[in-house]
């Protein structure tokens, strides 16, 4: 039966306790992520829990990470992604994220992932502050009028309805990878949040398109997936930064110029 890791501590030669932003960094370094030496990551003068500053002036158009795809978070890349494509058809839903969120599941809980150390950076989700994590009452309170609570309430019963019809049922078939008493709602509910939060779809190919049109079908979109490094950036669509897919590598590159110490 699947049980909840406990999160290893990563020591260094003088046996002192990496913390867990140095061991994301390491873990950056052997999977062959390659960081601008214009930026850095850090705790300090950041809006969220982590976030990645300006240490010099930034031109319009210049790289700010490349990270491997093989170093990418998703279905595909997971070590249970043989069997998430075997039975991709019994984990069909409305929100069709379930195939991310039990790799998200097996590899947050695995002493083993491959992202143990960028996983490693949440200890907990709830810390990103969504309003599925408030009560009731605080969000009637403090949101009533805006449609929030009645979105939020809407979208937790459609949680535990793909939760309960989707991914119990297909955990009930692995229980020597996933189990109920370690995967539970609570954490699925928390994952979602961090989907919501984090994650990045890959746009259509144009030739795709292109073909798709010819055709008269309109191919669905790419799935979210997990980018360890760009969720360092503040998420405002084409504000600071933009996602760049390639064959081999994913790129992040600078749309506006930023000045030294500035909060990307």
């Known amino acids: 039966m699947a049980a909840r890791a406990k999160r290893a501590k990563v020591t260094v030669e003088d046996g002192s306790e990496l913390s867990p932003l140095q061991s994301f960094l390491q ?4 999977v062959g992520l390659e960081l601008s030496s214009k930026v850095c990551v850090s705790k300090e003068g950041t809006v969220a829990e982590y976030g990645m500053l300006a240490k010099d002036d930034i031109e319009d158009g210049e790289v700010l990470f490349t990270i491997p795809r093989s170093a990418l978070l998703h279905q595909g890349t997971t070590k249970v992604s043989t069997l998430l494509e075997k039975e991709r058809s019994t984990l069909q839903s409305s929100s069709g ?5 039990l790799a998200l599941l097996y590899e947050y809980t695995s002493s083993q992932s491959h992202w143990r150390a960028y996983l490693s950076l949440w200890t907990d ?6 309003p599925m ?3 009731k ?5 403090l949101l009533k009028g805006t449609g929030v609570p009645e979105a939020v309430d809407r979208d937790l ?6 939760y309960t019809d ?26 979602v949040a961090f989907v919501m939060a984090y994650s990045f779809q890959e746009p259509q190919d144009e030739e795709d398109d292109d073909e798709e049109e010819e055709e008269g079908e309109e191919k669905p979109p790419n799935p979210p997936m997990m980018v360890p490094m760009a969720d360092m950036l503040n998420h405002v669509s084409n504000h600071n930064a933009n996602l760049e897919f390639t064959q081999v590598r994913t790129h992040l590159l600078r749309q506006l110029c930023t000045f030294e110490n500035h909060l990307l």
């Open 27 to 30: 873990w950056c370094d052997g």
């Open 97 to 101: 994220w379930v195939p991310l969120l």
């Open 137 to 141: 009452e605080e969000r009637g309170g």
């Open 157 to 162: 019963a459609n949680i535990q309805r793909e």
């Open 166 to 191: 989707v991914v119990l049922p297909f955990m009930s078939r692995h229980p020597d990878l996933w189990s109920p008493g370690t995967h539970t709602l609570d954490l699925y509910t928390q994952l």
């Open 125 to 130: 989700f709830k810390t990103l502050d969504h």
């Open 133 to 135: 994590f408030w009560s």
